[in-house]
């Protein structure tokens, strides 16, 4: 078992790091266990370091039954029409269960060595025409024209249709804080995914969202305990060496991802952001490691405090991934499940694992 | 065991839904299912792992060593589908035809990559410059058939760069730019670093393609004495040579010449090139289409070729006409075979079974040939 150091996100950026070699025996074993956790959905996080998620998607889509995936993507690595074609092709292989989660592009340098060498704001722009045309492929209404000033698509057509029991095309997720990231996922997406943030803070965008039909999807670290302070203590155990801390400071630095600057910010102001949620671990592990921390009881009130505000869904990660996992499905989802109990389950929320090469599940 | 040099033979991977696993499917009912696949209601659309699966297996079994799965709007997509049917089989390799212009070379290399690892390295590609302006258009895709290929070296250049292991790909050309370029996920696979790639193509920027950034010229069959040339010429330069063609193999020639006849379309007037308007290679087939006369030799048939296109150019005859017409390939320097049959799983059996067998043997005495030839020599010191 790793711990949750030697799976920090430095390890995983150096090109000997096994997290750049498919592990379909660790990934299979992490999957059909997030099937018996009640998880919905694993998240496959894109980056040159790692493997790419629409093959893993169809590899491990292959060997597990009713786990989705949700696939993450840049754009400008490739025509929307090739895009479309690669998930259609997806869905039919794996009953549908891929959905999409866009990101404009975080790295300014690694989108120059994948021959991307547009800003932050104009590639925001071109996800707008790109999901635009890919909409219009999903639509199926005949051949498909579109001149704009990034993407430009004449008499496009695609026989292969996205196949899913009740969809014709994929639910999309898309990520980010900046202005562009919210205008992007208003118009273009099924669902805002965000950083989590305290239920006050995140209130007046929940509603702002979801008034326009919008789901918001959460992203958080978690760490559940029998009490609040084995989880506080679990968590400081998961700082890292002094070292790593300066080494992840400085690729984190290099993004120009408003959603890092933001998380960065409050790691250096605040720390704890209410007595549940901990930004300790986000200059070490990235934005994704906001945390909430505490026991089963706690922790299940929270998800139904976001659930209140209209929150929908969570992508949960944790250190290591399939012992918190187990440890959400056995003590925390049940309780959330019986306080739904009364309603309908398709008002449930919706629980989702983010996923990832070096999840140390071997 | 095969000799090192032995043949390799390719099979085209059936499309989707067009083996009928557990029915009877004519050899006409084949070509019908092909050439109306293209049609947006054609379960070709559909990836069917079943068919594939049945077809793959039998394939193994006879010998075959890779399945070309093709790339066009009609279809699923190549890299999907070898992924899919590579976790599904232990054997059979997989050459994912893609074309430049649909993907940024580092994404393409990442997406191939990733498959080598999650197949045990069973994956090639054919690069196609493309032979359709307007499925291009639909792809995004608005350059000139010569501009295709120029940029299709700039493509290959950095995925060469990248399959290398530089530290760090930087790249200024006309079409595609990187810098920094890194992709930590390498090719794997037991015995080399890179994918084979295949170019094919009949014009002179295809062969010079290959010549610069490929492992192997494909093209479509036509006799040794017309490939000669064109072959010893590849080889000269270190490629090796792959023909594609169809196979028609039945116990007498008499029966194969009736197979064949019997896979004419009804409506002799029928074209489905038209497509394929920017196509070299498409438009010395069309240009046979007035002719009458559709041998090339007397096992070398175009019959369908002014319909269905050049690559529907068929070897036909006996078990033992057949494997003669293979070796006499051999001798000029072709190196490898992609072939298609009505219905593919037939054909592939009965290649496996009859053909093969008899293509194996020869070599074996050509290489023990060679083997005592070269004892009667005596050393010069």
């Known amino acids: ?362 | 065991m095969s000799q090192p040099d032995a043949l390799k033979f390719h099979w085209m991977l059936p499309k989707s839904g067009e083996v009928a696993v557990g029915a009877r499917q004519t050899a006409k009912e084949a070509v019908r299912f092909r050439v109306e696949s293209t049609s947006s209601d054609s379960p070709a659309a559909r990836p069917q792992m079943d068919g594939w699966l049945h077809f793959a297996t039998r394939a193994e079994e006879a010998g075959i060593e890779s399945v070309l799965v093709a790339l066009n709007r009609c279809e699923p997509d190549p890299l999907i589908v070898s992924c899919a049917l590579g976790r599904a089989t232990t054997r059979l390799k997989f050459i994912a035809a893609y074309r430049s212009g649909l993907m940024q070379p580092a994404t393409f290399v990442q997406q191939v990559n990733t498959l080598s690892g999650l197949i045990g390295g069973r994956i090639d590609v054919n690069i196609v410059a493309g032979s359709s302006t307007t499925e291009q258009h639909g792809y995004g895709d608005f350059l000139t058939h010569d501009e295709r290929y120029a940029r299709a070296e700039e493509f290959l250049a950095v995925c060469n760069a990248f399959w290398r292991r530089d530290d760090e790909v930087n790249f200024h050309g006309t079409h595609y730019r990187v810098e920094g370029g890194k992709i930590n996920t390498p090719f794997l696979a037991p015995d080399r670093t890179r994918p084979e790639i295949y170019v094919s193509g009949h014009s002179e920027p295809s062969e010079r393609l290959a010549y610069e950034q490929g492992t192997c010229l494909l093209r479509v069959a036509d006799t040794p004495e017309k490939l000669q040339a064109v072959v010893a010429r590849t080889r000269a330069r270190g490629l090796r040579v792959c023909l594609r063609l169809g196979l028609i193999c039945k116990p007498t020639r008499a029966e194969a010449l009736m197979a064949a006849e019997a896979l004419l379309p009804d409506n002799r007037d029928e074209t489905t090139t038209q497509l394929k308007d920017d196509s070299q290679m498409y438009r010395e087939g069309a240009a046979t289409a007035g002719s009458t006369h559709h041998w090339l030799s007397p096992c070398l048939w175009t019959g369908l070729v002014p319909h269905y296109g050049p690559v529907w150019t068929t070897l036909l005859g006996s078990p033992d006409e057949v494997a003669d017409a293979f070796l006499a390939y051999k001798k000029i320097g072709v190196n490898e075979f992609i072939i298609s049959g009505w219905p593919e799983v037939d054909e592939v059996v009965t290649f496996g079974r009859e053909v093969l067998p008899i293509v194996r043997e020869a070599e074996r005495r050509l290489t023990a040939d060679a083997g005592n030839h070269s004892c009667q020599v005596a050393p010069t010191t």
């Open chain 1, 1 to 362: 078992m790793k711990t949750a150091q030697e799976t920090n996100r430095v390890l995983t950026t150096m090109s000997s790091s096994p997290a750049a070699l498919p592990d379909m025996d660790g990934w299979v074993k992490f999957a059909r266990s997030a099937e018996d956790a009640g998880i919905e959905s694993v998240l496959l996080s894109f980056s040159r370091y790692e493997p790419d998620t629409i093959l893993i998607a169809c590899a491990v889509g292959q060997a597990t039954k009713t786990l989705k995936f949700i696939v993450a993507y840049r754009l400008g690595l490739m025509q929307p029409t090739t895009f479309v074609q690669q998930i259609n092709t997806l869905s039919g292989l794996i009953g549908g269960r891929v959905a999409l989660n866009i990101v404009a592009g975080s790295s300014a340098a690694e989108q120059r060595g994948y021959g991307d060498f547009l800003d932050h704001d104009e590639r925001y722009a071109r996800a707008e025409e790109f999901l635009t045309i890919c909409r219009n492929l999903w639509n199926r209404t005949g051949d498909v024209d579109f001149a704009g000033k990034y993407c430009r698509v004449e008499g496009a057509r695609l026989n292969t249709p996205f196949m899913a029991p009740e969809r014709t095309f994929p639910e999309i997720y898309v990520s980010g804080h900046s202005e562009q990231a919210q205008q992007l996922a208003l118009t273009c997406s099924s669902s805002w995914l965000r950083l989590i943030d305290t239920p006050e803070k995140l209130a007046p965008s929940v509603s702002c969202f979801r008034e326009r039909g919008t789901e918001v999807s959460l992203r958080l670290g978690i760490i559940c305990r029998p009490t609040h302070e084995e989880a506080v203590k679990a968590g400081r155990a998961m700082l890292p060496d002094e070292e790593i801390g300066k080494q992840e400071r400085a690729i984190l630095s290099g993004s120009d991802s408003q959603t890092l600057k933001q998380a960065l910010a409050a790691a250096d102001d605040v720390g704890w952001l209410s007595r549940n949620l901990w930004a300790g671990l986000v200059p070490y592990y990235g934005s994704s490691a906001m945390t909430l921390l505490g026991s089963p009881q706690e922790l299940a009130e929270i998800f139904l405090e976001y659930k209140r505000i209209g929150v929908t869904q969570f992508i949960i990660s944790g250190w290591p991934k399939l012992e918190e996992m187990v440890i959400f499905g056995r003590d925390v989802l049940p309780l959330i499940r019986k306080a739904e109990g009364a309603t309908d389950a398709s008002d449930q929320v919706r629980a989702s694992e983010s996923f990832s090469t070096s999840s140390g599940v071997t």
